[in-house]
């Protein structure tokens, strides 16, 4: 019976990737006429099926859950902009996630708060294609050149292309003192 549902839930994906490089409105008319037939299938399967597995189990676990948020499951199917699930939000959070142990040792509040806004903006430029090192250069360089709103939102991470960026080259360092020209 899971490998069953496993597959309904893998045909939907299957549709996603189908649909990846679409724009949002043929995403969703491609998502109305190809996945939310498969979830209506998914609905009358689950709902045919629920009633005989016991809630305690994990397969009971997991149609609860499937039940439960159905309503949250189906939504990206309303707007093509939406993806089937949250997983690049979670992959985007993870980092921070594994970092929280050594944040609790932060000397204040403000460096929480920089440290936030300073994770939150990395996260976006790579969200938005952009390397961050060279985004924090670029912007680092421009920010004290800024002198209206305009100019600080130009160097927002939603604002800037990565053509726009130019990759610094590395800075090899000398092996040692001797090796450093005057």
Known sequence: ???????????????????????????????????????????VWLDTHRPQVPPQTALGKALAYLANEWDKLVVYLQDGRL???????????????????????????????????????????KANGLEPYAYLRKIFTDLPKAQTIEDLEALLPT??????????????LPKNKNDVTK
């Open 1 to 43: 019976m899971a490998e069953e549902g496993l597959a309904q839930i893998q045909t939907l994906y299957a549709v996603e990737r189908a649909a990846r490089d679409m724009d949002p409105d043929d995403r969703r008319r491609y998502r109305d006429q190809h996945a939310r037939p498969l979830w209506a299938t998914l609905r």
């Open 83 to 125: 993806e089937i699930d949250n997983n690049r939000t979670e992959n985007a959070l993870r980092p921070f996630c594994v970092g929280r142990r050594n944040w609790l040792f932060s000397d204040s509040v403000a460096g929480v708060k920089a440290s936030a806004n300073l994770y939150s903006l990395i996260e976006s430029a």
């Open 159 to 172: 604002a800037i292309r990565p053509d726009q960026i130019v990759m610094a080259l590395p800075v090899v």
